[in-house]
């Protein structure tokens, strides 16, 4: 076992039940197997709910803490965000219940895919007539039996009372109906990115791939009286752009399939869009994005967790105000 170096802060050997200071090359060359790396991790998962460890590597949220960085313990996950709380409480008792029906998950993705080729070829025929409460209600009723199936996968693969007592096969088992689960998630919001309703002009765009987040800005800039469109993707908000000019654009910067460095750079490339302000929005830090201010011509940025004071500067723009 190679030796792990010492947890240090303030100069100081750590103390037990103090939050470490580590460097960089400390946690790049930490020894999992050893006795206080162990109990840094058990406190860590204690103190936030979060996971040390995920599918064999060191998570950045335990990274951050390991370098004392505060870490925000606000529940984000994306598995809550469509389904409602009787959903989420069968799902626990599910777990407390239930120990190897997983043939039951395999019928549901068959009768899923089964569903999503019937209903997909149905709404294709009828695209002109689709407004953007029938696509909402589409995406819903799709995404969320879909939703309880990653769920009850999830929590099985996650669960402490679970994972150690499961057999290899069915552990093996429960990952594929995961994995898949998300490729057909990739399917069905491919399929509702290429539904194309009419337009109609709006204030601001925001790019983003949390539909929560989506939901809380667009209804906050609502009550102030100015439209806001959100679109899940890169390709989706280059798209739209095509369509309609914003005054201003918030844009994400880790999105499933473009980086919002490089649809940034396209936006302030293009004649036609240049002129446009665009501000990230964003949960990296501070110092990692003014690394690619320069290089984006990006206007701003605006930090996730964000109060809704943060959004002055657009307002500003909005009225014509901003420096």
Request: hydrophobic fraction near 35%.
């Amino acid at each position: 076992m190679k030796e792990q170096p010492e947890i240090k802060k303030g100069g100081k050997t750590e103390k037990n039940g103090d939050i470490p200071r580590m460097t960089e090359e400390e946690i790049k060359n930490l020894d999992l197997d050893d006795e206080k790396i162990k109990r840094l991790m058990k406190k860590y998962e204690r103190e936030t709910g979060k996971y040390a460890i995920w599918r064999g590597a060191v998570t950045e949220g335990f990274k951050k803490w390991l370098k004392g960085e505060k870490i925000y313990t606000r529940d984000k996950e994306r598995i809550s965000l469509y389904v409602a709380d009787d959903t989420k409480d069968d799902w626990q008792e599910f777990i407390n219940t239930n120990k190897e029906d997983f043939p039951t998950f395999s019928e549901l993705i068959r009768q899923s895919v089964k569903s999503f080729i019937e209903d997909s070829s149905k709404v294709s025929s009828e695209l002109s007539k689709l407004n953007p409460k029938t696509i909402s209600n589409i995406s819903h009723a799709l995404k969320e039996p879909l939703t309880s199936i990653k769920g009850y996968s999830q929590l099985l693969l996650e669960s402490e009372e679970y994972k150690d007592k499961l057999s290899t096969h069915v552990k093996e088992t429960v990952k594929n109906i995961f994995d898949q689960s998300n490729l057909l998630e990739n399917i069905i919001k491919n399929f509702l990115d290429n539904i194309k309703p009419d337009s109609s002009p709006y204030d601001i765009l925001l790019i983003e791939d949390d539909l929560a987040t989506i939901r809380l800005i667009t209804s906050y800039f609502d009550s102030k009286k100015y439209s806001c469109k959100g679109v899940v993707s890169g390709a989706k908000g280059l798209e739209e752009l095509r369509r309609a000019t914003p005054k201003v654009i918030l844009l994400d910067i880790i999105l499933p399939d473009l980086s919002g460095y490089d649809i940034c750079k396209t936006i302030k490339t293009d004649n036609s869009y240049k002129k446009i302000p665009v501000y990230f929005l964003t949960a990296i830090s501070a110092s990692e994005v003014k690394k690619h201010i320069e290089e984006t011509k990006v206007d701003g940025f605006i930090l996730k967790p964000f109060n809704f004071s943060d959004f002055d500067i657009i307002f500003e723009i909005l009225n014509g105000r901003a420096k």
